[in-house]
């Protein structure tokens, strides 16, 4: 886990020199009291005012000082955790690329919310931790110099303020907020699911329960927030207690010292400069806590198995583009999905694959693609076992068309330009007329700028298809896996939309996952497999 939050090359420079700053920052706050405090009793006595100049000029430039070094600290120190940010969500999405999803809500949470965390960790705990650390210790020495006696109550009481009230304040908070992060992601992972679900629930009238749902996970998750704020008060409280008490100390003991007036009111009002100082410990502590338990949820989902395991050597891609399924048996956890299913695909014929909802079809797309690992039987790709090769080999030669390709909400060429980056207008047209969807293109306003909306609402569902169809093309697969292609579509359009596949497809190999097989044109060949 610590690897997620480890900074590396040019951040570990700038959260040495945030520290410094914020050092620096912390310092002047205390040094300003203690100036103003000495320069206050100093000038009750009316000395001459050369002997004053140096405080005033000073307590101008610890003001200024206290500003400036805070600001800049704020500038280095979030640069530095954004770049620790970064560098942590690239791991943890070129993780993702190999693993199987399974709540996109829940993952929404740990790729964003959880995964925030490390800015926390930096900002909130580590950098404010070290700088009270080494700012009260200078503040313990300079009064243990002025008067022994007052620096050993301080001392005292920063120990107490350091240890037992951040060890207080997070034994209180440890529960809530060890399960905030899950109840966040819980949070997270349902708003999501009903954005996306949103219009068949209004269908089936489902409103009020799904409300009900997420309203009583939204309770928890402020009944633990509430707990955790009670905490932080508390925490507060004992600070405040500490640095009055350690003032207090030294009044005492300064009352009886033999020191002037000028010393004497350093001594007593400098502890109070500690409050700002010390009062981000109770809430670093407790926060400290629901970090660990966020990166521990990002550490699980890095930890996760991989759904594919590349070969350490793998073969050169064959030529052939012929599919071969022998034996094939696949599942999920200790579920069979597939087995024993054998199928031949030569190059360019047509494969028509039924089934109920549930008897694997997409399950067999999962695989043809390399994103599922077969427990038995082997794929081949013109006589080379799948597993022999790389994903991403696989990949350039196998496409994928399921039943909710995403649409970007941009442009169509935008949306077109994901496959073949760079292409040209002519390469996009051809893409489209092949998937019967250019002259709808051409009689709009701006043509291929036509901006689509978020997930393609501008168009309607065979379009959002044939666009996404096209763009298939255009990445110049010589294998298409259409997986329930036609789902969400009338009869009329799901026919016509078959159609026109086969026909663009040309002379690469087909496969069609479908429970609705009575779509397919009948003047197409094919194979037509039923799995149960």
Known sequence: MRELARPQGAAVWRLVLALVLG?????????????????????????PVLLLMVPIVAVRAFGVGRGVFRYVERLVGHDAAYRVLGETRARITGRLEKLTVQRKGDLLAR?????????????????????????????????ALLLPAAGAAVALAVLVACTVVPWLTARTAARAERSIAGARGDVAATT???????????AYNAIDTVLDDFSRRDARLAAAERRSAWSTGLGSALLVLCVGGASVAALVLGSTANITGAVFAVVVLTPLALTDVLGGIPAAAQLAIRVRASLARVQELMDTPEAVTEPSEPLPLPRGRGLQV???KVGYDDTDVLDGLSLDMPAGSRVVITGPTGSGKSTLAAVLLRFLEPRGGQVLLDGVDLTRLEGD????????????????DTSIRENLMLAKPGASDLRLW???YRARLGVFVENLPDGLDTMVGEHGARLSGGERQRLAFARLLLAERDVLVLDEPTEHLDEETGHALLADLFAAAGDRTVVLLTHRPELVPPHVPRQLVCLT
Do not use: C, K, M, Y
């Open 393 to 408: 080999q696989v990949r350039s030669v196998v496409g994928l068309l399921t039943q909710e390709s995403h649409v970007f």
């Open 430 to 432: 051809e893409a489209l």
């Open 192 to 202: 999501t699911e009903t954005l996306l679900t949103a219009a068949d629930v209004l």
């Open 23 to 47: 050092v620096a920052a912390a310092g002047s706050a205390v040094a300003l009291l203690a100036t103003s405090a000495w320069l206050i009793t100093a000038a009750s006595a009316q000395p």
């Open 111 to 143: 790729l964003v919310l959880d995964v925030d965390a490390v800015l926390d960790l930096w900002l909130r705990v580590v950098l404010p931790v070290a700088v009270a650390a080494v700012t009260a210790a200078a503040t313990v020495a300079l009064l």
């Open 326 to 328: 022998n034996a094939l």
